[in-house]
């Protein structure tokens, strides 16, 4: 008896360390057991029987024995005066259930019951988890902080029980993180879904910021306002361009929120990270402008549509701002429109003059709209052109034909 209390603490334990319920877990336990009793008893396969019962504390395993009045030849049968002892009404040609000691089932068994017990858990820990996160695959959640490795720079965090690992270079850079604190944290995939799945988190990703804003903002959320595409350095700016599908709400208010209650919230979250707002355009001139906000930009040249190339013109004084500190205004732009962006100041430094581009001679390359559908007109009429190719025996037929039609032609005409 007191092995069996034993048996169902170590079987509570493993359950609540595994994230498994107990009933599950004996039904694999159950399951293991048996598998261990065929292989100690070969002869015996259906006739083994295991009982776990937590709420009896009852673990017992039975073999199920025919009554003879002869000598047992193996351990599928028993003799009556045997039988009667564990049963007075036993009869020949009954059966009856002997118990048999676990403890004696021998190393080997054991150890096979105790693998196949891994494994099912293994296997229950893969499918709780892929339930549990993969339909959360690129979602945000939030979890609690419960360690912080000072060494590494590890931070584990726990999400409905489950701990996740957010190693340092996907925190944000300077962010102070700490024991018991609740962080949002964007989940960038699951890798090893077939064997051991880890869930990879990030609060440096980009759409990490598209999440958060989809929850401050109902119409991000509800497809008003949608967004068009985000750059980000984490931890230091990120720029974000919205667009409103209907013409009477303001995607960048909608954004900003009443007394800039809604970006407050994404930027406090985000640990005090900048965060610019522009309005998207289908116009690339004006959405490369709006993209180096705050500066001010005098005009756009597209130079090249096929390398996503431009020159964009910005007053002397505001170049500086344009392309920001460590180039980094500059580069986030090129990251949120896509083009190859090349500033340059109205005026030169040393020659004083203004740049070709600003004078009203200037002409900006023109680019073909559609240059694969103006290649297949191209070719169509190319086609419908140029001869026809004929084998040479369709060749000589025609030219017999041509002849005959000459003959005939004067005899027509007389």
């Not at 954004?255 to 809604?262: D, E, L, Q, T, V």
């Not at 140029?386 to 005409?413: D, G, I, N, Q, V």
């Amino acid at each position: 008896m007191n092995m069996n209390k034993d048996f169902f603490k170590a079987l509570e334990a493993l359950g609540e360390e595994n994230s498994v319920e107990t009933e599950l877990l004996i039904d694999k336990v159950k399951s293991a057991m048996l598998k261990a009793a065929r292989r100690a008893y070969p002869h015996s396969e259906e006739r083994i029987s295991v009982e776990i019962d937590p709420k009896t504390k009852k673990f017992e395993m039975y073999i199920r024995q025919d009554i003879i009045d002869d000598e047992p030849i193996d351990v599928n049968e028993v003799n009556i005066d045997v039988a009667k002892t564990m049963d007075p009404n036993a009869v020949v040609g009954g059966t009856i259930l002997k118990e048999l000691d676990i403890s004696k089932l021998g190393r080997m068994a054991a150890l096979s019951a105790k693998q196949s017990i891994k494994g099912d858990l293994r296997e229950i820990n893969r499918e709780q988890m892929l339930s549990k996160f993969e339909q959360k695959e690129h979602e945000c959640i939030t979890a609690k902080v419960s360690q912080v490795e000072p060494g590494r720079g590890t931070v584990t965090v726990v999400y409905d029980g489950t701990e996740l690992y957010l190693f340092r270079n996907e925190q944000i850079p300077g962010e102070n993180l700490e024991e018991g604190k609740s962080v949002k944290v964007y989940i960038t995939g699951i890798i090893g879904k077939n064997k051991k799945p880890v869930v990879k988190i990030s609060r440096t990703h980009k759409d990490l910021v598209k999440r958060l804003f989809e929850q401050e903002v109902p119409e991000i959320y509800d497809g008003t306002v949608e967004v068009k595409s985000i750059s980000r350095e984490a931890g230091s700016r990120t720029k974000i361009a919205v667009w409103s599908k209907d013409e009477n709400v303001d995607a960048v208010g909608a954004c900003i929120g009443p007394k800039r209650s809604r970006i407050t919230a994404v930027v406090n979250e985000l640990s005090g990270e900048k965060i610019d707002i522009i309005p998207w355009s289908e116009v690339p001139e004006e959405f490369i402008a709006r993209a180096l906000a705050p500066a001010e930009v005098l005009k756009t040249v597209i130079t090249s549509m096929d390398e996503k190339a431009c020159t964009v013109i910005v007053p002397n004084n505001q170049l500086s701002l344009a392309i920001g500190n460590k180039g980094q205004n500059a580069k986030l732009a090129a990251k949120l429109t896509g083009f190859k962006i090349d500033i340059k100041p109205q005026f030169d430094n040393l020659t004083g003059e203004e740049a070709p581009e600003m004078s009203p001679d200037f002409v900006a390359p023109v680019f073909e709209t559609a240059p694969a559908e103006e290649e297949e007109s191209t070719e169509a009429a190319a086609e419908e052109t140029a001869p026809e190719e004929t084998a040479p025996e369709e060749a000589e037929e025609a030219k017999a034909e041509e002849a005959e039609a000459e003959e005939a032609a004067p005899e027509t005409e007389e």
